[in-house]
């Protein structure tokens, strides 16, 4: 289970198979605005496709590599 401060209350109790295709404004944190803006310069329409995202992984790869993964 997704811990409960990572989510808004809307999907607290949601399964990760089904918050994989949620708006990233599932997220805590990400407004509906920020959703509309991350849409709108990226192409992404919900979390998975935040999680694939080639500057994510890459800025991901940059943070292990300085010694900084999971931080």
Known sequence: MISK???IKKYEDTPAR???KASISALQG???A???KMKEAFGI???SEMAQLRFYKRAKAIKALAG???K
């Open 5 to 7: 401060e990572k989510l």
């Open 68 to 70: 900084e993964d999971g």
């Open 30 to 32: 990400v407004s509906e």
């Open 45 to 47: 329409d919900n979390i």
């Open 34 to 36: 920020d959703a509309a």
């Open 18 to 20: 089904e918050l994989v």
